[in-house]
């Protein structure tokens, strides 16, 4: 018997339920810019490791690249650096040609102390709700505010409302959705 400290602990390979158990926990372990090769052999599934990987990025907030190798015997899977930040960016970058009706008082909290808690809430309205109309192709307004609500119920829902409110307007005059009649849609590409 030994003794482990808790560095020692946290890189054991830990054998969990599931058959592909090993492959989940080195998935879960790699670090930034490491990588993993999986073998044909230590895949015993139908579906690929993508489909694993994937439900790993859901759960555990993890962002890696997977490919197959082209010979055929395997995948290569490799933690990246998530790119949330980028977005934050890109959302702040964009400016509204209308003033949006905001409480004042919450208005003047917004824009006086963007910290980076509240950019990150923003930037995961906007991945939260173009994910969502991606996937329903229209909604009303108030039924994507009722999902943003559902989805970040520990947040102030005045705050949420007027960050939700933002992120439509945003995309909006970008262009990347269109508001008619009280609901949203992806306008179909011109060419």
Same mark, same amino acid.
């Given at each position: 018997?030994?003794?482990?400290?808790e560095e020692?602990f946290?890189n054991?390979?830990?054998?969990?339920?599931?058959?592909?158990?090993?492959?989940?926990n080195s998935l879960?372990?790699l670090?930034v810019?490491e990588?993993?090769l999986i073998?044909?052999? *230590?895949?015993?599934?139908?579906?690929?490791p993508s489909t694993?990987?994937?439900?790993?990025?859901?759960?555990?907030?993890?962002?890696?690249?997977?490919g197959a190798?082209?010979?055929?015997?395997?995948?290569?899977?490799?933690r990246?650096e998530?790119?949330?930040?980028?977005?934050?960016?890109?959302?702040e970058?964009?400016k509204p040609?209308?003033?949006?009706s905001?409480?004042?008082?919450l208005?003047e909290e917004?824009?006086s102390?963007? *910290?980076?808690?509240q950019?990150?809430?923003?930037?995961e309205?906007?991945i939260?709700?173009?994910?969502?109309?991606a996937?329903?192709?229209i909604?009303?307004?108030?039924d994507?505010?009722?999902?943003?609500? *559902?989805?970040?119920?520990?947040? *102030?829902r005045p705050m949420?409302?007027a960050?939700?409110?933002?992120a439509?307007?945003?995309?909006?005059?970008s262009?990347?959705?269109?508001i008619?009649?009280?609901?949203?849609y992806?306008?179909?590409?011109q060419n």
């Open positions: 018997m030994k003794i482990l400290k020692e946290n054991l390979a830990l054998k969990g339920k599931g058959r592909s158990s090993l492959i989940f879960l372990n670090n810019g990588a993993v073998e044909k052999k *230590d895949w015993n599934r139908k579906a690929s694993l990987v994937k439900y790993i990025e859901k759960t555990h907030q993890l962002k890696f690249t997977c190798l082209l010979n055929g015997q395997g995948w290569a899977v490799k990246i998530p790119t949330t930040h980028s977005v934050n960016k890109v959302v970058s964009i040609h209308k003033e949006i905001i409480a004042p008082k208005k917004i824009v102390s963007p *910290d980076e808690g950019l990150k809430l923003k930037s309205i906007v939260f709700y173009l994910g969502r109309i996937s329903c192709k909604e009303k307004i108030e994507s505010l009722k999902a943003v609500m *559902d989805q970040f119920w520990e947040r *102030d949420l409302k960050l939700f409110m933002e439509i307007e945003v995309l909006s005059v262009n990347h959705i269109v008619e009649n009280g609901k949203t992806i306008p179909l590409k």
